[in-house]
């Protein structure tokens, strides 16, 4: 038996243990929490039409268009909504929202300023209101 074999088993069996916590805090990195980016005491309210949605990890987002009323001017948002399993607990699928629906969210406003937010609830075409499983410190 080769003395070296135990040193690079060891050797080999660090480097894996590095990579995966290396892994492990990219990951964790990657979920922010709610406080992070979002600010609850400034309320938004926006209505505008989709056009586009990520379904996907760690949260859905929501691309719409909002027009404003006086200007004409049309703005861009995005905005953020909690886990696709999340949504799913609420009622939601992926097929909710369709490119061009008009809906209504109530959120929170991102603390830097930018056009995004984080919706507590949508009222859908149809006028039901889903709960978004997002917001007020929640991520599920």
Same mark, same amino acid.
């Given at each position: 038996?080769?003395? /070296?074999?135990?040193?690079?088993?060891?050797?080999?069996?660090?480097?894996?243990?590095?990579?995966?916590?290396?892994?492990?805090?990219?990951?964790?990195?990657?979920?922010? %929490?709610? =406080?992070?980016?979002?600010?609850?005491?400034? #309320?938004?309210?926006? +209505?505008? /039409?989709?056009?586009?949605?990520? &379904?996907? @990890?760690?949260?859905? #987002? !929501?691309? !719409?268009?909002?027009?404003?009323?006086?200007?004409?001017? +049309?703005?861009? &948002?995005?905005?953020?909504?909690? %886990?696709? @399993?999340?949504?799913? *607990? /609420?009622?939601?699928?992926? #097929?909710?929202?369709?490119?061009?629906? =008009? !809906? +209504?969210?109530?959120?929170?406003?991102?603390?830097?300023?930018?056009?995004?937010? @984080? =919706?507590?609830? !949508?009222?859908?075409? %149809?006028?039901? /209101?889903?709960?978004?499983?997002?917001? *007020?410190?929640?991520?599920?």
């Amino acid at each position: 038996m080769d003395a /070296r074999l135990p040193s690079r088993v060891a050797a080999t069996t660090l480097g894996v243990v590095a990579l995966l916590v290396l892994m492990g805090v990219v990951r964790a990195d990657a979920h922010h %929490s709610f =406080a992070a980016d979002f600010d609850i005491t400034k #309320h938004v309210t926006l +209505t505008g /039409r989709v056009t586009k949605v990520e &379904w996907l @990890n760690p949260h859905v #987002h !929501i691309y !719409i268009d909002v027009t404003d009323g006086g200007t004409k001017r +049309t703005t861009p &948002w995005t905005i953020e909504l909690g %886990s696709p @399993n999340g949504l799913r *607990q /609420r009622g939601w699928t992926s #097929h909710s929202l369709k490119i061009g629906d =008009a !809906i +209504t969210i109530d959120g929170s406003l991102a603390k830097d300023g930018s056009h995004l937010a @984080n =919706a507590s609830s !949508i009222v859908l075409p %149809s006028g039901v /209101r889903l709960s978004t499983g997002s917001g *007020q410190g929640k991520t599920s």
